[in-house]
């Protein structure tokens, strides 16, 4: 509450002359503004990568930060709200700098699923368009610092203490400020119950910067109101992205057919996606005969798979990976975790566009390759193999929808392809993880083999295409 109160009278104090007496003992007011630092910025041609939603960084570029005059009187009132921390900011502080701005937000998205809290019926819209959000306000905080290239309080004055390491780049807008808030904007859309919890966490996330020392008010307040424009154009195209649309269809019968009512995902071989110019541009060719000699073969496959024993040394690792792949992880949160891994051991933890990045083709290539899937499940509404020979007992429940291509063979495909591409030195590691993530559908007894093999060759399809996006969004 003190803190909340202050940055109240903060906001205000920035507006009126301050106390003819007040003096620092740098004697600020006769300081001129430094210049920039000769070398060793972060990404200072970031602000002209390429965005996702909004038209540009550039379009996006915020009012010009305060004169001289007013930035030394947010000086000497920064002097004053850094000296009345406590511990309770001090592990705010911490918290959030314990990675790139996104980090937070992400692993809030994570730490949800995994305690199985709702997050909407399609969690991974949520994933694409808070990171896409949080990508496309970096970019366009990133325009903005080093268009005005204003210095870091401590640049000014060289004494003032910093809780955090300053971060090489210009201060105005604050790049926490304003991912903070495009997520907690874009968040609050999908969960409206818990919008004043988002934009509470996007506001003490912001202004703990202002704590740490290293980002002036003004920047917290432009950054914010930067990541709430750019949330904005993000939940415009997600209400308009088809997803709310209801199914109007009907369940084909026949044979070969998948057999169920309401299945799943439905609608999601309609939706709009990302880069895909349809959502059947990398249809997989129809699957064979369900008396098929093919079929037959990959049918005794799953069949004949040793999955019913589960005290056997030989069965127990692969029993244990197909419910690993069918956990809130496995199903989810895994890329990002390897992610976190990999920016901590890269260092990158430093870089927020980079990560910004990271996250958003993470997201996006699970958005396309979602599409895409149900686009091939209900072109063909083929047979689950349990349903062609009751005699095979999966591990778990079966999605209730159809079998070919495999959703996780897809998802898991595309995601290690671009994280193969984000961390090359990784890639075989990565790529093995997709590949086990789409054979224990096969150990788990609800997919066949050509399930597989399509779902790998569609997401493998679908990644390529955000792999070429990535290699000419600026970046490089």
Request: glycine share 6%; hydrophobic share 40%.
């Amino acid at each position: 509450m003190k803190h909340i109160l202050t940055t109240i009278l903060i906001a205000a104090f920035l507006f009126v002359q301050l106390p003819t007496g007040f003096a620092h003992k740098n004697n600020l007011a006769t300081q001129s503004a430094p210049s920039a630092p000769a070398s060793g910025q972060i990404e200072p041609n970031a602000g002209n990568w390429q965005t996702w939603v909004i038209s540009s960084g550039r379009d996006y570029r915020v009012p010009p930060p305060p004169g001289p005059a007013e930035t030394h009187s947010e000086l000497r009132s920064l002097v004053d709200l850094i000296s009345q921390n406590d511990q309770q900011t001090r592990q705010q502080i911490a918290f959030w700098d314990a990675g790139a701005p996104p980090y937070r937000w992400i692993d809030l998205i994570n730490s949800r699923l995994l305690a199985g809290t709702a997050t909407t019926a399609y969690p991974h819209r949520v994933y694409a368009y808070v990171a896409l959000a949080m990508y496309d306000a970096t970019i366009a905080t990133w325009e903005s610092k080093y268009f005005y290239d204003r210095r870091r309080p401590s640049e000014w004055d060289h004494n003032l203490p910093t809780a955090v390491a300053v971060p090489r780049s210009p201060s105005y807008p604050s790049e926490h400020s304003a991912a903070a808030q495009a997520a907690a904007t874009v968040l609050a859309h999908f969960l409206p119950a818990e919008a004043a919890s988002f934009n509470a966490m996007a506001e003490q996330a912001g202004w703990s910067r202002v704590l740490a020392g290293v980002q002036f008010p003004s920047d917290h307040y432009a950054g914010k109101a930067l990541g709430q424009r750019v949330a904005e154009q993000v939940i415009a195209q997600a209400d308009t992205d088809g997803s709310s649309l209801p199914w109007t269809g009907t369940v084909p019968t026949g044979p070969c057919k998948w057999i169920g009512t309401n299945p799943g995902n439905v609608t999601g071989g309609n939706w709009r996606p990302l880069l895909l110019t349809s959502p059947s541009q990398f249809r997989p060719p129809a699957p064979p005969d369900c008396n098929s000699t093919q079929v037959q073969s990959e049918l005794a496959d799953v069949r004949n798979f040793p999955r019913s024993a589960p005290g056997t040394a030989t069965t127990f690792p692969f029993r244990a990976k197909a419910f690993y792949w069918q956990s809130p992880e496995g199903l989810n949160s895994w890329p990002y975790r390897y992610a976190d891994k990999w920016i901590c051991e890269d260092r990158l933890d430093q870089n927020p566009p980079r990560v910004a990045r990271i996250y958003a083709l993470i997201a996006a290539v699970l958005f396309d390759s979602f599409i895409a899937s149900q686009d091939g499940k209900f072109a063909y509404w083929y047979i689950r193999p349990h349903q062609l020979d009751p005699s095979i007992i999966p591990l778990f429940p079966v999605p209730n929808f159809p079998s070919y291509p495999s959703n996780h063979s897809t998802f898991s495909a595309g995601r290690s392809e671009v994280l193969a591409y984000l961390f090359p030195s990784r890639a075989d590691f990565i790529r093995a993880v997709g590949k086990e993530g789409g054979d224990s559908r096969i150990w788990a007894g609800i997919h066949y083999q050509m399930d597989n093999v399509s779902g790998v060759e569609l997401g493998k399809s679908v990644a390529q295409v955000f792999v070429a996006r990535a290699q000419n969004d600026g970046s490089q």
